[in-house]
C-alpha cells in the first residue's frame, strides 16, 4: 500500500511536465527504481491504472528500470557492489560504507503526444 503515495506524486509531476510541454496526451513514462527500494513495480502499475484515469497520463505504458545497489567506501574511496552477505570494503576490509546507488525512486522520462494545433482553413 505505501506504492500509492508515490504513484501519486508520480502522476502529479507527470500530469505537470505534459501540461508544460503542451502535450495531448502521455504515452511512456520511464521510471528508475533503485535496488535498495520497496516498492513494487506491479503494485505501482495497479495504483496507476486507478488514479491516472481522466488525466493526459490515461492509459500511458510505464517502463521500469531496476538500479543496482552501489556502495562506497569511505575509509579508502572504493566503489562496489555487494556480494549480498557483507557490505565490507573488498579492498581494505573497512565497514564505513555509503550508498552511492539503490534507493532511486525517479521519473527519468516519458514520452508525449502533441496537441493538435488550431489553424484555420480558407474555404
Known amino acids: 500500500m505505501h506504492e500509492l503515495p508515490v504513484t501519486q506524486a508520480l502522476l502529479d509531476l507527470v500530469v505537470e511536465r505534459a501540461a508544460a510541454a503542451q502535450a495531448a ?3 511512456d513514462i ?11 513495480d506491479e503494485s505501482v502499475q495497479f495504483y496507476w491504472d486507478i ?3 481522466g488525466t493526459a497520463a490515461e492509459g500511458a505504458n510505464l517502463h521500469f528500470q531496476r538500479i543496482p545497489l552501489s556502495i562506497q567506501c569511505t575509509a579508502c574511496g572504493r566503489s562496489f557492489q555487494p556480494d549480498g552477505r557483507t557490505f565490507d570494503c573488498p579492498d581494505c576490509g573497512s565497514e564505513r560504507v555509503r550508498v552511492r546507488s539503490g534507493e532511486e525512486f ?6 508525449v503526444e ?9 474555404v
Do not use: F, H, K, N
Request: aromatic share 6%; proline share 3%.
Open 51 to 53: 488514479i491516472s484515469g
Open 25 to 27: 496526451r502521455v504515452t
Open 30 to 40: 520511464y521510471i528508475e527504481i533503485g535496488q535498495l527500494a520497496s516498492y513494487v
Open 114 to 122: 502533441r496537441a493538435a494545433q488550431p489553424r484555420t482553413v480558407e
Open 106 to 111: 525517479q521519473l527519468v522520462g516519458l514520452d
